[in-house]
C-alpha cells in the first residue's frame, strides 16, 4: 500500500492550552491511527525566530514543554516521527532554493503577512526573514514529499503558496514534488475565558498543564451570555462559552438540562460553571498526571527528538539528493 506522507508543525510557544488540543492536535492523532499514513510533526523552531529574533531565552525550554503536551495528550513517538526543525538542516538548503524561485508579489500579498504586520505594532516585522516565512514552511512541507498537513484554517493559505511554489519548482526542474493539501476538520470553537481568541498572550486560556483549582478559577472567570445579568433572568446558552464548553466535556443529559434550565432561569451561571469544571476536569486532570510522570523520565523527550530528527533526516537528505540533480547544482 502506498501510504500518505502527513507532515504538520507547531511553532513552540510553551505550553498548549485546550484550544490547541481541539484545534489541531486531535487531527494530529487521527492521523496517527490511520493505517495509510506516515506521519512527520516537527516544532518549528526557526519559524518562531521570525517573530521572536529578539528573545530567544525561552526558547528551548518552550520545545521541552511543547512536545511533553503532545506527548501526554498521546501524539506516539512509536507510531509518528517527533522532530525539531532546526536539527535538520536540509531545510534550509531547501529553503534557500526555494527562495530564488519564489516571486516577492507572491509573498507580499500572503494575507497572514498582511495582517501580522498590522496587529504586531510593537515588533519590527519588516525583516526578510518575516517575509519569508511562508517559503520555509514550504520547504518544510515538501522536503518529505507530504500529500497531506493538517491544519488549522488560518494556515490554508501557506499551505495553498506551497503548492504554488512546489508547482514552479516541478515546472523549471521536472516533476520533484507531490503537491500537498491541506487536512482540516470541524473543529468546536473554543473561546478563552474573556471571549476571545484563546492564546496565551491574552491571559485568556486553560492550559492542559493547568492545576485543578486553576482550571476551577479560570472557570468561575468566564464570560457568560452578557444579557443575563441577574440570577433572575434568562439566559441563551447558544451565545455562551461556557455552553461551548459542556458541548464538549459534559454528557448529554447535562447538556441538554444546561440548555434547557438556562433559558428559563432554573439553573445559574455559578452552579452551571461548577459543573462544567468538573467535566473539563476529568478531561485535563489525566493528561497533566501523564505529563507530569513523562517529564520525571530524565532525558525522554531529548532522546524521543533526537532519533526523531535522525529518521526524518535520512528522509530530507535523500529529497535533497534529487534536488540538487534537478536543480543541476
Ligand atoms: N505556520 C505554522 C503555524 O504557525 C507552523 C508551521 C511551520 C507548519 N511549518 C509548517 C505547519 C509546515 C504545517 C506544515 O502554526
Ligand atoms: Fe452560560 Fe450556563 Fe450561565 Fe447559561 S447558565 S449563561 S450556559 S454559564
Known amino acids: 500500500m502506498e501510504k500518505k506522507v502527513v507532515l504538520s508543525g507547531m511553532r513552540p510557544t510553551g505550553k498548549l492550552h485546550v484550544g490547541h488540543y481541539f484545534g489541531v492536535l486531535v487531527n494530529w492523532m487521527d492521523l496517527q491511527e490511520r493505517e495509510d499514513t506516515d506521519c512527520f510533526y516537527f516544532v518549528a523552531d526557526w519559524h518562531a525566530l521570525t517573530t521572536e529574533y529578539d528573545s530567544t531565552s525561552s526558547l528551548k525550554s518552550n520545545v521541552r514543554e511543547m512536545v511533553l503536551d503532545w506527548l501526554a495528550c498521546g501524539i506516539d513517538p512509536e507510531k509518528v516521527t517527533l522532530f525539531v526543525q532546526s536539527w535538520v538542516k536540509e531545510h534550509a538548503e531547501l529553503h534557500l532554493l526555494l527562495s530564488m524561485i519564489t516571486p516577492l508579489p507572491w509573498l507580499e500579498r500572503n494575507p497572514t503577512y498582511k495582517e501580522q504586520l498590522r496587529e504586531q505594532e ?159 476536569l476529568s478531561f485535563i486532570s489525566p493528561i497533566r498526571e501523564r505529563r507530569k510522570e513523562i517529564e520525571s523520565r530524565s532525558g525522554i523527550v531529548e532522546k524521543i527528538l533526537e532519533e526523531g530528527s535522525e529518521k526524518a533526516r535520512s528522509v530530507a537528505r535523500n529529497t535533497m539528493e534529487k534536488v540538487r540533480e534537478a536543480v543541476g547544482i
Open 122 to 280: 510593537t515588533r519590527d516585522l519588516y525583516t526578510y526573514g518575516f517575509l519569508g516565512y511562508p517559503v520555509l514552511q514550504a520547504a518544510d512541507i515538501i522536503i518529505y514529499r507530504a500529500n497531506l498537513v493538517p491544519v488549522g484554517i488560518d494556515q490554508v493559505p501557506h499551505v495553498e503558496l506551497t503548492r504554488e511554489i512546489a508547482r514552479r519548482f516541478n515546472h523549471f526542474y521536472g516533476d520533484v514534488f507531490p503537491l500537498p493539501e491541506p487536512y482540516l476538520t470541524e473543529t468546536p470553537k473554543l473561546l478563552g475565558t474573556d471571549n476571545r481568541k484563546m492564546s496565551k498572550s491574552y491571559g485568556n486560556a486553560i492550559f492542559l498543564s493547568d492545576e485543578d483549582d486553576q482550571v476551577r478559577k479560570k472557570v468561575m472567570e468566564m464570560v457568560t451570555d452578557p444579557q443575563r445579568k441577574t440570577r433572575r433572568d434568562p439566559g441563551d446558552p447558544d451565545v455562551c462559552n461556557v455552553f461551548s464548553f459542556h458541548k464538549i466535556f459534559s454528557p448529554p443529559e447535562l447538556i441538554s438540562r444546561v440548555n434547557r434550565e438556562c433559558r428559563s432561569a432554573e439553573i445559574g451561571c455559578v452552579e452551571c460553571k461548577k459543573l462544567m469544571a468538573e467535566n473539563l
